[in-house]
């Protein structure tokens, strides 16, 4: 009886993300583009037919989780193995006994969290086991493994792309751990769906952290003499030292800063732009989607007018994937900066929107002949590709060769401006309709 106690003592003092770990797929919350019915990984863990596989994702998406599932299914032999606290010598001691496994007919499983840990003596170790069928090898990371896996590993491996999960999910995560026995269920909880929904936005993905501060909450909620707990919003507020956590990434103050964000930087107001960044920044805006609409700036407020900008807001978009909150502030204030100082030109997001107008009402123009491809006999029999000029044989490079429809020949829809670098593809297009005209071109 005192055994049963003190394990249940025990179950009782884990963390509530520990006692909430899903035990079977249908528990497991996210990532239905693997585990939804009929879905490949899905079918993979159902029938027991599992091969070496990278879970690659951020942290708190269920990795590890899946490993367990894995485990818990499968009729291999499962060896969980951690890249943190283990050698050459440990991976040689568990290699000899799954060859030993293999001899008598039974598979082995070896589960590496973290294995972008490994380095690359210590992960080449591995490849002969993998390769012979001794081992099946299931790795998790949080890093590309392009970069960090072994590329002879890598090439035995199927990698499974875990995403962050989304406000919803966690959100029905959030409810769960208050109803189930294993979390708050036996306890009389109040709290917000509100609150609920700012605890998941402010966990950015990450199932764990924001089971962590739903258990921080509840242990610091207000109670009253029959027990029943209530979570506030102060409570929130007091374990996340952020006043501005129930900021609304989906209500009218997201689209105004967003917008006031957007507008500075097209009006060359460096300060306001990264007041605003710091804005949503603080308020627990995602930085990925500030770098997204920054990427998109970079080509329809700046443009050619200076190339070199959406370079800067693609790098740091990666650098916001790479290294997340907060760090990456500062990579985000450079390419605001540079945004908002860089001279600017709206020329190719007129030019898209005239020719989409034209795409929509025109969807039937037949692409010219001579531009067409012409893989087969009959295609060249039809003038598929005849006439074709290969403007790289010519000695200006150019051809007077016409590539839009008959019924648009001549239709202008880029319109260079004067600004910054732009300037020069102006003069440059000059030259080159000039040329085509003065060639016979229209």
Same mark, same amino acid.
């Given at each position: 009886?005192?055994?049963?106690?003190?394990?249940?003592?025990?179950?009782?003092?884990?963390?509530?993300?520990?006692?909430?770990?899903?035990?079977?797929?249908?528990?497991?919350?996210?990532?239905?583009?693997?585990?939804?019915?009929?879905?490949?990984?899905?079918?993979?863990?159902?029938?027991?037919?599992?091969?070496?596989?990278?879970?690659?994702?951020?942290?708190?998406?269920?990795?590890?989780?899946?490993?367990?599932?894995?485990?818990?299914?499968?009729?291999?032999?499962?060896?969980?193995?951690?890249?943190?606290?283990?050698?050459?010598?440990?991976?040689?001691?568990?290699?000899?006994?799954?060859?030993?496994?293999?001899?008598?007919?039974?598979?082995?499983?070896?589960?590496?969290?973290?294995?972008?840990?490994?380095?690359?003596?210590?992960?080449?170790?591995?490849?002969?086991? $993998?390769?012979?069928?001794?081992?099946?090898?299931?790795?998790?990371?949080?890093?590309?493994?392009?970069?960090?896996?072994?590329?002879?590993?890598?090439?035995?491996?199927?990698?499974?792309?875990?995403?962050?999960?989304?406000?919803?999910?966690?959100?029905?995560?959030?409810?769960?751990?208050?109803?189930?026995?294993?979390?708050?269920?036996?306890?009389?909880?109040?709290?917000?769906?509100?609150?609920?929904?700012?605890?998941?936005?402010?966990?950015?993905?990450?199932?764990?952290?924001?089971?962590?501060?739903?258990?921080?909450?509840?242990?610091?909620?207000?109670?009253?003499?029959?027990?029943?707990?209530? $979570?506030?919003?102060?409570?929130?507020?007091?374990?996340?030292?952020?006043?501005?956590?129930?900021?609304?990434?989906?209500?009218?103050?997201?689209?105004?800063?967003?917008?006031?964000?957007?507008?500075?930087?097209?009006?060359?107001?460096?300060?306001?732009?990264?007041?605003?960044?710091?804005?949503?920044?603080?308020?627990?805006?995602?930085?990925?989607?500030?770098?997204?609409?920054?990427?998109?700036?970079?080509?329809?407020?700046?443009?050619?007018?200076?190339?070199?900008?959406?370079?800067?807001?693609?790098?740091?978009?990666?650098?916001?994937?790479?290294?997340?909150?907060?760090?990456?502030?500062?990579?985000?204030?450079?390419?605001?900066?540079?945004?908002?100082?860089?001279?600017?030109?709206?020329?190719?997001?007129?030019?898209?929107?005239?020719?989409?107008?034209?795409?929509?009402?025109?969807?039937?123009?037949?692409?010219?002949?001579?531009?067409?491809?012409?893989?087969?006999?009959?295609?060249?029999?039809?003038?598929?590709?005849?006439?074709?000029?290969?403007?790289?044989?010519?000695?200006?490079?150019?051809?007077?060769?016409?590539?839009?429809?008959?019924?648009?020949?001549?239709?202008?829809?880029?319109?260079?401006?004067?600004?910054?670098?732009?300037?020069?593809?102006?003069?440059?297009?000059?030259?080159?309709?000039?040329?085509?005209?003065?060639?016979?071109?229209?």
């Amino acid at each position: 009886m005192a055994e049963q106690m003190n394990l249940f003592e025990d179950a009782a003092s884990l963390p509530l993300a520990a006692r909430l770990r899903p035990r079977t797929l249908d528990e497991f919350a996210g990532q239905k583009h693997l585990l939804g019915e009929g879905k490949v990984l899905r079918r993979i863990i159902e029938s027991d037919k599992v091969g070496s596989m990278i879970f690659w994702g951020p942290p708190g998406v269920g990795k590890t989780t899946l490993a367990r599932i894995i485990a818990n299914r499968t009729r291999a032999k499962f060896i969980d193995f951690s890249a943190v606290t283990s050698g050459i010598k440990e991976i040689r001691q568990v290699m000899e006994q799954a060859e030993r496994n293999r001899r008598f007919g039974e598979k082995t499983i070896l589960f590496v969290d973290e294995i972008h840990r490994f380095n690359k003596a210590q992960q080449d170790a591995f490849l002969p086991f $993998v390769e012979k069928g001794s081992i099946i090898l299931i790795g998790a990371t949080t890093e590309n493994p392009s970069f960090e896996v072994n590329g002879a590993l890598l090439s035995r491996c199927k990698v499974f792309v875990l995403q962050a999960l989304r406000t919803e999910e966690l959100v029905a995560l959030l409810k769960h751990a208050l109803t189930d026995e294993r979390g708050f269920g036996g306890q009389d909880v109040e709290i917000a769906d509100e609150l609920l929904e700012a605890i998941a936005r402010f966990a950015n993905g990450d199932a764990r952290s924001a089971l962590s501060t739903l258990e921080m909450a509840v242990l610091n909620g207000d109670v009253a003499a029959d027990g029943k707990i209530t $979570v506030t919003r102060g409570t929130i507020e007091g374990i996340t030292s952020k006043k501005s956590l129930l900021y609304d990434k989906t209500g009218e103050e997201h689209y105004n800063l967003i917008s006031a964000l957007h507008k500075s930087m097209r009006n060359s107001d460096p300060d306001a732009a990264v007041y605003w960044l710091a804005r949503m920044l603080e308020a627990g805006e995602d930085p990925l989607y500030i770098a997204r609409r920054v990427t998109r700036f970079a080509s329809e407020d700046v443009g050619l007018a200076d190339p070199r900008a959406l370079e800067i807001a693609v790098a740091a978009y990666q650098t916001c994937h790479f290294i997340g909150m907060p760090e990456c502030t500062v990579h985000l204030t450079q390419a605001v900066v540079y945004m908002a100082m860089a001279p600017k030109s709206n020329a190719l997001y007129v030019a898209y929107g005239r020719a989409k107008r034209d795409a929509q009402e025109m969807l039937a123009e037949p692409v010219p002949l001579v531009i067409r491809n012409a893989p087969t006999k009959l295609m060249k029999e039809l003038d598929y590709g005849k006439g074709y000029e290969y403007a790289h044989d010519a000695a200006e490079k150019l051809t007077a060769m016409q590539c839009l429809p008959d019924s648009l020949a001549g239709k202008e829809y880029y319109t260079p401006t004067e600004e910054g670098v732009e300037a020069k593809y102006k003069a440059r297009l000059a030259e080159i309709k000039r040329w085509k005209k003065e060639h016979g071109g229209k």
